[in-house]
């Protein structure tokens, strides 16, 4: 007799990892708002495009689908934020050298409101709806709110160089397929989605911009917080605050040297 679980974490891997390439296909055919909306400059100055990251975005989503309604409700709703407001931050916020909380809640103080603010509140706000259907008790929620923006955050942080991104994606997904439930079929998604943009993003003909960080550091933290419980969430969420705080440290320097 075939198990189910066993079936169904390999056919979200897929689904997500063509459903990903498909979206790229078709927004480079379609490129709304015309092909130049969609290049920029990476760090050593090559055209690249920027079809990848909202392709990544939907390919999560598609192998989301595989999950119960309310785990699958939770799962679209980060992703599809944290890649929205990703997204406006790479059109919105080209050619702003403010990286970093610190940068852009101190424009906010100051009464502006930078893309980044936008970026960081609404995926912030996303995932705090989202852990609230993930989890049961209040404590839980907000924890599990702080644990998918955080790896959000986090994932974003280290894509300062073509790869790290969706590499680290696969990494810390890759033993969540091991799991059964909703986190192996959430580890499955983030890690078909990231293996299918790998190819571009390494050649340096893509880069998955805000909107693809975001969308897989999203779906992979709704896979951590579907396999935790209340210490493995506190522990990840310490982990990822003080990642958030050296990270950005580490990345303005590598970003200021590029």
């Not at 603010?117 to 404590?139: D, F, N, Q, T």
Request: hydrophobic fraction near 55%; proline fraction near 4%; glycine fraction near 14%.
């Amino acid at each position: 007799m075939i198990d189910r679980a066993s079936v169904r974490r390999p056919a979200a891997l897929l689904a997500a990892a063509a459903v990903t390439r498909v979206a790229t296909t078709a927004l480079r055919a379609r490129a709304p708002g015309g092909p130049g909306r969609w290049q920029r400059r990476n760090y050593a100055g090559r055209a690249v495009e920027l079809y990848a990251g909202p392709a990544a975005a939907l390919g999560a989503v598609a192998g989301a689908m595989a999950l119960p309604a309310r785990d699958r409700a939770a799962a679209t709703l980060a992703v599809l934020a944290a890649g929205a407001c990703g997204a406006y931050d790479d059109t919105a916020g080209e050619g702003d050298p403010r990286r970093g909380f610190r940068a852009h809640l101190g424009a906010l103080r100051a009464g502006e409101v930078t893309s980044g603010a936008v970026k960081l509140s609404g995926i912030s706000a996303a995932a705090l709806v989202a852990g609230a259907l993930l989890k049961e008790r209040p404590a839980d929620k907000v924890l599990a709110g702080v644990v998918i923006a955080g790896t959000a955050h986090l994932v974003n942080l280290v894509d300062v160089r073509p790869g790290r991104a969706a590499g680290a994606v696969i990494a810390l997904g890759a033993p969540g397929l091991l799991r059964r439930g909703p986190a192996g079929i959430l580890s499955a998604a983030s890690v078909g989605a990231a293996a299918a943009v790998l190819p571009d993003d390494l050649g340096e003909r893509a880069m998955i911009g805000d909107a693809g960080a975001h969308a897989l550091g999203a779906v992979l933290g709704t896979a951590v917080v579907a396999g935790n419980a209340r210490a493995g969430l506190v522990a990840h969420a310490v982990a990822l605050v003080a990642a958030a705080a050296y990270g950005e440290k580490v990345s303005s320097a590598v970003r200021g040297g590029a």
